[in-house]
């Protein structure tokens, strides 16, 4: 049984993607010596805030997922970043595939492959990518990390790979 009408497989491809773009994929949460530690984690950066303390005591609150390439040294977070960086550029194959198929749906729908089912395999594998980074920050990080978004995104590649096309 299909969870989406063929009809509405593009709009329902675009928005999931475009979601996923504004969701983030993981909450971490930390009690140290000095605080307790937020970590919330987008696909592109991330913001760090110590609870008690007010933004303009904080060193720096908002990292890129490049700059937290030289902030670990933790050889498990780093390879956490390192997977996290891979599904970051495969989430930008599949928002610049929506893009082409929201300004160019006759042209994009008319290809080869289905963009619908390309959009779910890149959703997909960018939750996998994602959930195997959180699994690394859970065993490398001191706290709890919660894969929100990266869930969000494994069901959401496979809701749009079930899709049934008429």
Do not use: K
């Not at 063929?6 to 605080?35: C, I, K, Q, R």
């Not at 030289?70 to 893009?99: K, M, R």
């Amino acid at each position: 049984m299909a969870w989406v009408n063929s009809e509405y497989a593009n709009e329902l491809a675009v928005l999931a993607t475009w979601l996923s773009a504004l969701m983030p994929w993981s909450f971490s949460v930390a009690s140290l010596d000095f605080g307790t530690v937020v970590v919330i984690r987008f696909l592109f950066f991330h913001i760090q805030y110590v609870l008690g303390v007010s933004f303009g005591d904080q060193e720096q609150i908002l990292f890129t997922v490049l700059e937290l390439q030289t902030f670990y040294e933790n050889a498990q977070t780093i390879l956490a970043q390192q997977i996290w960086l891979v599904g970051a550029v495969v989430f930008v194959l599949a928002l610049a595939f929506s893009i082409a198929l929201y300004l160019a749906e006759d042209r994009v729908a008319n290809a080869r492959a289905d963009p619908v089912r390309v959009l779910g395999g890149l959703l997909f594998l960018t939750g996998l990518l994602l959930t195997a980074a959180t699994v690394l920050l859970y065993q490398s990080f001191v706290g709890v990390a919660i894969p929100l978004g990266a869930l969000f995104l494994l069901v959401f590649g496979v809701t749009l790979l079930r899709v049934e096309r008429a």
